[in-house]
């Protein structure tokens, strides 16, 4: 399956927030968190069993939230599912 490679910006800031790595096409609702390339600091979440484990995902410049943690229960992937409208993406 092709991989694509996505930005997100928040909406209200033009913050950076993340860069993830998409498979297949369609909306981007949910990320999961060992597929988050960029800031390195997600790498440790992603073998979270507990939703409460992973921090908020939120804009580190205006505090917009952007996801609420997750736990996709096909596999326990631990994720965010993303608030419409908080954020922008951009692929790249
Ligand atoms: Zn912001």
Known sequence: MPSRFISIYCS???AF????RKEGSGALIRIYL????APEHFQQYKHATGKSELPSLDCLQCKQRV???????T???PAYRLIKGSFRKREE
């Open 12 to 14: 209200q800031c033009e």
């Open 17 to 20: 927030i993340l860069r993830y």
């Open 34 to 37: 060992n597929r988050i390339q």
């Open 67 to 73: 996801g609420t943690p997750m736990i996709h229960d």
């Open 75 to 77: 596999g326990n992937r």
